[in-house]
């Protein structure tokens, strides 16, 4: 019997993967998926600054958000985490990032609202500071991360509700929040830490001064937090306790003998705290700041928008007005149909070019005609009415015209009012055209999901069609006395 070829030989399974292997794979798909975010986020802001588009008068006012988006750029460009905390003044929010950082960076002592000002500090994690085998606060594809930490005054001095608004515009920009707390939660402690919690960050409530209790009752004043107080706003991973400037009693002998008693502080109790912070910033920091700096750059880039839309519109009105009355003037000085009817067209045209220009969006004259063709179509009665106005008006103003002479000036004053009408007719569909255009050009030449019909009748619905018409027809009548 021949024997079997090593070829014949039955091979092993191949074991199944770990959880461990799973895990693993995974987080590397999470690596992947964060830095396409990432990179996403920093494209999209940096296209966002190079298309503002605003004048030297639109940007009048709005340096600040301007410069802010620039920041938050360059937070995306060198990978900056910023850490805020918040707290009652005496509740030692600077005592805790002193001992995150390991020196005294921030302004501490017993003075009602030490801190006047929001503070940072840049923390560099140091050998020392390794806790648990993180030796180091990691971000895939870009090395070591730079955090910031971000001192923030007492959320109860007494410009508090300033003070509110300072700490949840800092809550906003800020990746990872801190909430110190030295006891039992108080009420106004309660209230904002509902406030931030708003604000949708991710949130560590910080029980400091741990050491000034006996164990029991921090064990008894920790369960009542965790189990009552904020039970239905953090869970009990977000609560930590930490004493960041801890103080010991200790025996000392003098020289004759004698003994004192004197209070020293101690090494900080933070590594609870520390870790948790490692942990978060080491599993989602990448993503978290992306995500945080989008959200506020969309927040300040409505700002801009607002503020660019409220001046251009004032300028647009401006320039819809102007338009207005040149038609009305060109129509009701113009006795031949056709040219009243191709007059009408052009400025109605010209207007629509000079808006597209005011807006930012780039159209041809053929773009220009093409888009009065279709709101002309949608518009319905008001330009109907218009067409049979010229139409059938300015064959009656001619004749008018014509027999004024023979009349000796009689059929003069129906002239001028047929001329009105006419003009005052032609006056408002431009009005409303232009307006139409507006609202096609701020919502980036497009009708939007209802289409140019729903754009057309929103508009038309709410003009107030007499009152545009006896403005017309007054200031015309003005200009024709002169």
């Not at 594809?141 to 800092?170: C, F, M, S, W, Y």
């Not at 003098?254 to 910033?281: A, C, F, W």
């Not at 027999?403 to 009012?417: D, E």
Request: aromatic share 4%; with cysteine; net charge negative.
């Amino acid at each position: 019997m021949a024997r079997p070829s090593p070829t014949d030989a039955t091979q092993p399974e191949p074991l199944p993967w770990t959880p461990e292997d799973l895990d693993a794979t995974l987080l590397q798909f999470e690596d992947i998926q964060a830095e396409i975010n990432y990179q996403q986020a920093q494209q999209s802001l940096r296209h966002l600054l190079t298309r503002l588009d605003l004048t030297p008068q639109e940007q009048a006012g709005l340096e600040w958000e301007i410069e802010r988006l620039s920041q938050m750029l360059d937070r995306l460009d060198r990978t900056v985490l910023q850490i805020a905390a918040f707290g009652m003044v005496g509740r030692g929010k600077s005592s805790v990032l002193n001992a995150l950082l390991g020196e005294d960076a921030f302004t501490v002592g017993p003075l009602h609202g030490v801190t006047r000002n929001i503070g940072s500090a840049n923390w560099e994690v140091k050998p020392e500071d390794d806790i648990e085998g993180l030796q180091r606060i990691a971000i895939p594809g870009k090395g070591k991360v730079e955090i910031q930490l971000v001192d923030t005054p007492g959320i109860d001095e007494v410009d508090g509700e300033t003070r509110e608004v300072l700490a949840r515009q800092v809550a906003k920009q800020s990746d990872l929040i801190l909430f110190v707390i030295a006891g039992d939660i108080t009420k106004v402690e309660y209230e904002a830490l509902s406030q931030l919690r708003e604000v949708g960050k991710p949130m560590l409530l910080v029980f400091n001064k741990i050491d000034q209790y006996p164990e029991a009752d921090c064990e008894a004043i920790y369960a009542k937090i965790r189990d009552e107080r904020v039970k239905e706003l953090l869970s009990p991973a977000e609560i930590v306790k930490v004493a960041a400037s801890p103080l010991v009693t200790q025996r000392v002998r003098r020289p004759d003998g004698s003994t004192k008693v004197e209070r020293r502080r101690d090494k900080p109790q933070m590594e609870e705290l520390k870790v948790r912070i490692l942990e978060i910033l080491h599993r989602e920091g990448k993503s978290l700041l992306a995500l945080n700096t989008m959200l506020y750059a969309d927040e300040v880039n409505e700002q801009v928008i607002d503020r660019k839309l409220a001046i251009r519109n004032e300028t647009a009105q401006g320039i819809i007005m102007r338009g207005v009355m040149t038609k009305a003037v060109a129509v009701a000085l113009n006795p031949v149909t056709v040219l009243d009817l191709f007059t009408g067209a052009t400025v109605d045209v010209a207007l629509i070019l000079t808006l597209s220009r005011l807006y930012g969006i780039p159209m041809t004259h053929q773009g220009a005609l093409s888009l009065l063709q279709k709101i002309a179509l949608s518009m319905g009665g008001i330009s109907a009415s218009e067409l049979l106005a010229t139409l059938g008006l300015s064959g009656i103003k001619g004749l008018l015209g014509l027999t004024a002479p023979v009349t000796g000036g009689a059929t003069l004053a129906p002239y001028v009012s047929v001329a009105l009408t006419q003009a005052g007719v032609a006056g408002v569909s431009t009005y409303a055209i232009a307006h139409i255009t507006k609202t096609y050009l701020i919502q980036g030449a497009t009708w939007g999901p209802d289409g140019p019909k729903a754009v057309v009748r929103q508009i038309l619905d709410s003009l107030d069609e007499a009152s545009i018409l006896n403005r017309i027809k007054a200031e015309l009548a003005a200009k024709l006395e002169h």
